[in-house]
């Protein structure tokens, strides 16, 4: 039975060190299959980095991304949720600042990320978005 964040969390997260370069990260991604990197200094987290980010915030600015560093462009002011939150905190604030993935925490430790795929599959597996989040990739 799902009790908490901790059951359906990633962890440990996929990280990247503040100073990687933007393809440095991007390549971490796609080894990975995400999306998103958190961006961490040791088990510090710095802030989230998403292929979102580098494309808007590095390529479409004509930036090189073997220069520009994971810093530069990511999500700093990121929200978190404790380890032991509920599945329903984590739906909370998820909803209140319109986040697709979220980092866990225990104190200042990051220590996973639960995404909106994993909260679909742990609430409503029939869902299409628990069904798209468990296809295997399509590249």
Partial sequence: MIRNISDVMTSPPITVDPGASLREAAEVMRGSDVGDVIVAEGDTLVGVLTDRDIVLRCVAEGTDPDTATARSVCSSNVATVPAQSSLRDAVDVMRTDALRRLPVVEGERVVGV??????????????????????????
């Fill in 114 to 139: 639960v995404t909106m795929g994993d909260l679909a599959m742990a609430v409503d597996s029939d869902s299409a978005l628990a069904d798209v989040s468990a296809a295997p990739p399509n590249h």
